[in-house]
């Protein structure tokens, strides 16, 4: 039995009063007190203010990116260690808008993913394909090949410690869902390539769908039998709205 999740990825939205408003928030509305496991994943400055307010909430703190390397001459990144050391339990690998708009490939996710288990954190590895892959038949080729390269890296037991998300590109921010059905064909898909080397390892990862998941739309997605919660971006700074979705995903 696979206890679902819900992340709510702030992005680089809101200042550090609204931030702290919104986790107030959740926690007036217990929205970590349902059956599903519930973090937020605010900007790095936020963190530990965030950890403050939510810690015996029942809400969990994830970021969203980390350093690959250990600690050193990287001027503006933040490593896993420092991550960990302020309350974190998960991080956030291969969001495609770290793919997109920020050149991350596949080796350097990999890293990440490693680099966040050396520390304790719980990657969720992001895969996704572009409106232009899905359309040209090459999803199912994307999608594996950004599980591959983990898999060949870290090895399929690290995925006993990690969560994956489908994130189809063209559903971020879009207002543009994948249906219910195609979630359910690309999650199949994930726990299928998982289960070729572990099929115990496949039975117990979580996957989650994102992509303009809402209130209006969590229940017919997480009642999917290989969707395991939810990545959710715009909706999860409307505490109600975000509360709503969190409960959805509970038993
Ligand atoms: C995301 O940020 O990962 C995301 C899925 O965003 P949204 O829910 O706004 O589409």
Redesign the pocket.
Known sequence: MRRALVAG?W?MHGSLAESGRLVDELVALRAGAGGAEVIVCPPFVYLSEIARRAGGAAIGLGAQDVCAEESGAHTGEVSAAMLADVGCSYVIVG?SERRSLYGEDDALVARKFVAAQRHGLVPIL?VGESLAERESGAMPAVVTRQVDVVLQVAGVAAFAGAVV?Y?PVW????GRTASAGQAQEVHALIRGRIAASDATIAASLRILY????KAANAAELFAMPDVDGG??????LQAGEFATICAAAGP
């Open positions: 990825n992005k969001h992001c998300a994130e559903a971020i921010g879009t994102g992509g303009s998941v990545l959710v971006g715009g909706a999860s």
